[in-house]
């Protein structure tokens, strides 16, 4: 059973940045997709970015150049670095695993397997 952590959300200004971590118990690295997923109120959930099995990383079209995800499988952490962060990325983030390759497309959160609780930012 797999067992995901979001930390590190919390309130920022326009322009400012956070640093989310997903902390997953077990080692799962060499077996999953790990992905941020975000979701804002009255809105669809949205992929952020992946990170696979060989630390290759994927991102959202609209998330490439301010967000940057890394994973550490020493403590089995992965990090979401959100930088220039503006209201519109106000949401609840989460952090999912699914096993083989990684998917942020429309709906992709149906393939994810696990999931954390969440972590709210909030932009204003």
């Known amino acids: 059973q797999v067992q995901l952590v979001e930390s590190g959300g919390g309130s920022v200004q326009t322009g400012g940045s956070l640093r989310l971590s997903c902390a997953a118990s077990?080692?799962?690295?060499?077996?999953?997709?790990i992905a941020w997923f975000r979701q804002a109120p009255g809105k669809e959930r949205e992929g952020v970015a992946a990170?696979?099995?060989?630390?290759?990383?994927a991102y959202e079209d609209s998330m490439k150049g301010r967000f940057t995800i890394s994973k550490d499988n020493t403590d089995n952490t992965v990090y979401l670095q959100m930088n220039s962060l503006q209201p519109e990325d106000t949401a609840m983030y989460y952090c999912?695993?699914?096993?083989?390759?990684?998917?942020?497309?429309?709906?992709?959160?149906?393939?994810?397997?696990?999931w954390g609780q969440g972590t709210q930012v909030t932009v204003s």
């Open positions: 990170i696979d099995r060989v630390n290759t990383p």
């Open positions: 999912a695993a699914r096993t083989g390759s990684c998917a942020l497309g429309t709906a992709a959160h149906h393939l994810y397997e696990y």
């Open positions: 077990g080692y799962i690295h060499s077996r999953y997709c």
